[in-house]
């Protein structure tokens, strides 16, 4: 068992930030949905209430990657699904336990293999006491730890969790006969950095270890978890400008540099963030859970 599996996830901390996240979407206009022709087989699903969904066609069933936050958004995307195939989903594969992600599973009937990483799967399980919980009626029913070799369908699909990122049970879904990356909210371009759940364990660090990892597979089309299609190139610049701040970081820390030092140096205000609704506790930035990664290892 890895360390983070030795981690206890605090339920009232991990339901008060899925409380404050499903609010928060909620309160946002969804964009109308709209499905796109990757490559032969596969579709992108974008827009609607919660993330993009990937839309793979098998020989006899299509798999999903990732679902919405409403069952009533995902049945938008299978009534868009029936339009490609009349093939029925049999299968859905979720790259972490957020919400946005999750909670469409909950538009399938019984029986569905759900597909994701063990940590995932914990996450979820703690959901349960949150005002917006996963469907605990849908939890994984297959679960891997770091990495694993699937044929579904006839559809060649690897598995991949480097390290705790975005939380901790990221899962890259990659097709390498199509050289299709689905990276979750590991890859996002609605954002200029990457957003990192310390109450789900993730880690800065384990973010590079797994961009270093999705660059390293024999793909050309990275599809997001949120926003717009990244080239390796986007993935590479992100990397880059990330692993920069991360460098600088611990550069400056390992000169005696304080948090506020660090923040002023990025141009960052240096006053505590307040409480989000009901009292959320605010998101950590990029730049404190790197300070706070880094002092750990100096």
């Known amino acids: ?4 599996n030795e981690l206890t996830l605090r339920p009232a901390i991990l339901a008060a930030f899925v409380s404050f996240a499903m609010l928060a979407a909620a309160q946002q206009p969804a964009p109308p949905l709209k499905v796109t022709k990757i490559k032969d087989n596969v579709y992108w699903a974008q827009g609607g209430v919660g993330s993009n969904d990937g839309i793979i066609v098998g020989t006899t069933g299509v798999i999903v990657v990732d679902t919405k936050t409403t069952p009533d958004s995902e049945k938008e995307v299978i009534a868009e699904i029936a339009k490609i195939t009349p093939k029925s989903v049999n299968t859905a594969i979720i790259t972490h336990s957020d919400g946005d992600h999750a909670n469409g599973l909950a538009a399938f009937p019984a029986g569905l293999t759900v597909i994701a990483q063990e940590n995932c799967k914990r996450e979820l399980e703690a959901s ?6 996963a469907p605990q009626d849908r939890l994984p029913t297959k679960t891997y730890n770091k990495t694993d070799k699937l ?3 006839g559809v060649h699909i690897r ?4 390290a705790p990122a975005h939380t901790s049970g990221d899962t890259v879904v990659y097709l ?6 689905f990276g979750g909210d590991l890859l996002v371009t609605n ?13 800065a660090a384990g973010w590079i270890e797994n961009a270093k990892g999705m660059l390293g597979l024999d793909a050309d089309t990275y599809l997001t978890g949120h926003g717009n299609m990244m080239t390796k190139a986007d993935v590479q610049k992100k990397l880059d400008l990330i692993q920069d701040k991360y460098n600088k970081i611990k550069a400056m820390v390992a000169q005696g540099k304080s948090l506020d030092d660090i923040k002023t140096s990025f141009g960052e205000p240096t006053a505590a963030p307040q409480p989000g609704p009901n009292g959320a506790p605010p998101a950590a930035t990029l730049t404190e859970i790197m300070y706070k990664e880094v002092s750990k290892k100096s």
């Open 128 to 133: 349960a006491g949150s005002r917006n919980p």
């Open 1 to 4: 068992m890895n360390k983070v």
């Open 151 to 153: 044929t579904i369908d």
């Open 191 to 203: 954002r200029p950095d990457t957003n990192i759940h310390l109450e789900k364990n993730g880690s």
């Open 176 to 181: 390498p006969d199509q050289k299709v990356v």
């Open 159 to 162: 598995l991949y969790h480097w």
